[in-house]
């Protein structure tokens, strides 16, 4: 079975400072991971996934994150953080099978708070 | 776009009416879900269709029901609405299931 365990449900940086958003998960196959952006009262959107191949994987809004598969992690970082970043973080995975009934595990969240 | 549309973007109704969220994508994606979504959490999974087959998950309360009448469409079919079924519920999509899923911009529900 599949888990994942995001570190602190809530983060707050200060604007320009380095974002750090910690996800760890667990699965008995290679996975296949997550990260979700979610503003108030929208749905989510996609920030970037990781499947396989390069283990630092850039995307959008200049997010990225890298699979470390022997610390069982993948965690979310932006060099520096802008205010338009705050919102809720999720973090997600799926066990990289195309079993057409196996969908996404998600964490429980963490929401980024960026101060002025 | 090719995109997750979902109606209406917030709906009331009484304490026990049947209310049905809808749900569209011009995607043509083969897997549909909707998921719960209560204040400060995860959103929770209720179901997903891969085409026409349904897979209901295991605590998904009798009183939710789905219908995907196509490729396109799916609906939301709550029996005898609770106050606890007061939420965010969010439809997404994906090509095959252990794909990034699109989402829509979900329905809040309120329950008087």
């Known amino acids: 079975a599949q888990s994942v365990t995001q570190l602190g449900s809530h983060v707050s940086v200060s604007e320009g400072a380095l974002v750090l958003l910690r996800c760890n998960y667990s699965?008995?196959?290679?996975?296949?991971l997550f990260w979700y952006v979610q503003y108030p009262n929208q749905g989510l959107q996609l920030l970037l996934k990781?499947?396989?191949?390069?283990?630092l994987v850039k995307g959008i809004n200049g997010f990225e994150a890298e699979f470390k598969k022997s610390e069982t992690s993948f965690h979310l970082t932006k060099p520096s953080a802008h205010m338009s970043d705050a919102a809720e973080y999720f973090c997600a995975v799926s066990e990289g099978m195309d079993t057409g009934r196996r969908a996404l595990t998600f964490g429980s969240g963490t929401r980024l708070q960026v101060q002025p | 776009d090719a995109m997750v549309i979902q109606n209406p973007r917030y709906q009331v109704t009484q304490f026990g009416k049947p209310v049905t969220l809808s749900c569209s994508q011009t995607?043509?994606?083969?897997?549909m879900y909707w998921y719960q979504q209560k204040s400060s959490q995860a959103p929770k999974l209720l179901f997903h269709y891969y085409d026409k087959d349904f897979n209901n998950e295991a605590d998904t309360p009798d009183n939710f029901q789905s219908r995907r009448p196509n490729t396109s469409f799916c609906f939301l079919d709550i029996r005898s609405p609770g106050l606890g079924d007061a939420a965010m519920y969010l439809c997404?999509?994906?090509?095959?299931?252990?794909?990034?899923?699109?989402f829509g911009d979900g329905t809040r529900l309120s329950i008087l």
């Open positions: 990781y499947t396989t191949g390069a283990t």
């Open positions: 997404a999509t994906s090509s095959r299931g252990d794909q990034p899923q699109h």
């Open positions: 995607l043509n994606h083969n897997v």
């Open positions: 699965s008995s196959v290679p996975p296949y």
